[in-house]
């Protein structure tokens, strides 16, 4: 790892941010595609969800018992209800550690 | 009105929770560094150039594999081009900037700062200085990543490993779109996205995590559609 590769990553990931925000008008986007712009966090996010939950640190997926589903599912259901972000955190965490340390242990 | 103070805070007051999960994900991020055998300071290096968690990560681990430098670079500009969708939402709101103001206010731009922004200019899009919001949750996220990535290079191999942290995560933005699951059609876009996502992790370059997202965006504008 040099430097100058970190530096021409660092520029890349810049113009990856700035592009859109200094370079675009609001003109240039019409109505339509600010319609779907509108969904943008649920069509980005879940990228990142999923694979964080289905597939392990060796690139394959995991098992359907893995205590990564359930920790899911409870973040899911607590962060439904309470709107509270800390919350679904840590309920997700705890879930997750509860399974891996008392039960499967 | 609010004050450019207000939204200042306000901004870092509605990233804050999220730091449940930053920190622990950046002390994992400059642990694995050092324990690759990097040296500590371009780790720390990359907090402060690249900034992008989940990048960085990848960089790491692809150059300790043995990939060329012109993989790495070319995995973390396609991982983070999702920054382009953020910006094409905010370009927005931000448009009465001066274009120095938007150049500089581009670097604190990251995936948990624009999901509470964005959420925050939605309901309030009269106030005349909403870009203090977003400098708010994105100096909140700066301050914090370059103190975690920091810990966790001193640290080093004393981050225990078997409390999968990482797995923070996915729950950090599984907070931010939660309540969207109220609505059938995000629910709809979020699912196409999830499962392209795993279909499409193995495409070269970690592409997936651009390529789910254009095909879900393509389902909303269908669904948008068949709404009228």
């Keep these: 790892m040099t430097l100058a590769s970190i530096i021409a990553a660092g520029i890349l990931t810049y113009f990856t941010r700035m592009t ?5 008008s609001r003109d240039m986007l019409g109505d339509k595609i ?17 694979p964080g939950i289905f597939i392990n640190d060796f690139g394959t997926f995991i098992e359907m018992n893995d205590p990564k589903i359930f920790g899911a599912l409870i973040a899911v259901i607590v962060g439904y209800f309470s709107k509270n972000i800390i919350a679904t955190i840590s309920a997700g965490l705890v879930s ?10 | ?36 055998g990097f040296n500590p300071y371009l780790v720390y290096a990359m907090s402060f150039i690249i900034f992008g968690g989940a990048s960085q990560i990848v960089f790491l681990q692809l150059l300790s594999g043995g990939a060329s430098s012109l993989v790495a670079v070319t995995s973390v500009g396609i991982i983070n081009s999702r920054h382009l969708l953020y910006g094409a939402v905010l370009s927005e709101y931000l448009e ?26 939605k309901k309030n899009r009269s106030e005349e200085y909403l870009h203090y ?4 949750t994105g100096c909140t996220m700066w301050v914090c990543w370059q103190i975690a990535t920091l810990s966790g290079i001193i640290l080093g191999s004393f981050v225990p490993e078997e409390l999968g942290l990482k797995f923070a995560i996915p729950l950090t933005f599984i907070a931010i779109v939660v309540q969207d699951l109220k609505k059938i059609d995000h629910v709809i876009v979020m699912i196409t996205c999830g499962m ?6 193995d495409a070269p370059f970690k592409s ?10 393509f389902v909303a504008a269908l669904l948008l559609r068949l709404k009228k």
């Excluded at chain 1, 859109?20 to 675009?24: N, R, S």
């Excluded at chain 1, 997750?96 to 242990?105: A, Q, S």
């Excluded at chain 2, 997936?208 to 965006?217: D, E, K, N, R, T």
Aim: glycine content about 6%; aromatic content about 16%; hydrophobic content about 60%.
């Design chain 2, 96 to 121: 009465k900037l001066s274009f120095i103001k938007k150049l500089l206010i581009s670097y604190v731009v990251v995936d948990q700062g624009f999901a509470e922004s964005n959420k925050f200019f």
């Design chain 1, 20 to 24: 859109m925000i200094a370079l675009i």
């Design chain 2, 196 to 201: 392209s996502s795993l279909l499409f992790f």
């Design chain 2, 1 to 36: 009105m609010l004050t450019k103070k207000q939204l200042f805070t306000r901004g870092m007051l509605d990233i804050s929770p999220h730091m449940l999960s930053v920190i622990p994900f950046g002390i994992i991020c400059g642990a694995i560094g050092v324990e690759l």
């Design chain 2, 208 to 217: 997936y995590i651009i390529i789910s997202p254009v095909i879900a965006l």
């Design chain 1, 34 to 50: 600010k319609a779907v712009l509108e969904y943008v966090p649920s069509a980005v996010f879940p990228a990142i969800i999923f």
């Design chain 1, 96 to 105: 997750y550690w509860f399974l891996i340390f008392v039960v499967f242990n």
């Design chain 2, 133 to 136: 919001h977003l400098i708010g």
